[in-house]
C-alpha cells in the first residue's frame, strides 16, 4: 500500500480544517507553481496553542500532513510547536513515500511561518528556530 491508514485517514477526515476569525497568528506557505500551499491559523493563549486550524491547496499527503501537523501542536507551547519537525509529521502518519516528504517539510514550515507572525504581533524579535528558507521553494521538490 502506497499510503498508510493514518495518510488516509486524515486526508478523508482531515481534523482542524478551516479559518480562526481571530487568530493570534497566521502563516502560508508553498509555491502555486506545483500547486501546494497551506495557511495556518493559531490562537495562543499565555504561550500556549489552544487551537490551531488549517487551510490547503494540494494532494492528500498536503492536507494529511496539515491535519496531522494541528493535532500535534494544539495543547503544546510555542515553544514546543517550534520544536515539531517534519519527521515527526511524518512519523506520526506512519510515513510518508520518499516523493512526498515535501508535504510535511510544508507542514513544518507552515507552524514556524504563523509562529513568526505570532512574535512580530508580539512585537517580540523572531527567533532563529522560526525561520526557513523560501528560496528552497518552500518545500516544493518540483523545483519551480
Not at 53 to 73: N, P
Not at 79 to 98: I, M, Q
Amino acid at each position: 500500500m502506497l499510503y498508510s491508514e493514518k495518510v488516509m485517514d486524515h486526508f478523508e477526515h482531515p481534523r482542524n480544517v478551516g479559518e480562526i476569525a481571530d487568530a493570534d497568528a497566521i502563516g502560508q506557505v508553498g509555491n502555486p507553481k506545483c500547486g501546494d500551499i497551506m495557511r495556518m491559523y493559531l490562537k495562543i493563549e499565555n504561550g500556549i496553542i489552544v487551537d490551531a486550524k488549517f487551510k490547503t491547496f494540494g494532494c492528500g499527503s498536503a492536507i494529511a500532513t496539515s491535519s496531522m501537523a494541528t493535532e500535534l501542536i494544539k495543547g503544546k507551547s510555542v515553544e514546543e510547536a517550534l520544536r515539531l519537525t517534519n519527521a515527526a509529521v511524518a512519523e506520526a502518519l506512519d510515513g510518508l513515500p520518499a516523493y512526498k516528504m515535501h508535504c510535511s517539510v510544508l507542514a513544518e514550515e507552515a507552524i514556524k511561518a504563523a509562529l513568526a507572525d505570532y512574535y512580530r504581533r508580539q512585537g517580540l524579535p523572531v527567533p532563529e528556530s522560526c525561520k526557513f528558507s523560501e528560496e528552497e521553494g518552500g518545500g516544493c521538490a518540483c523545483g519551480a
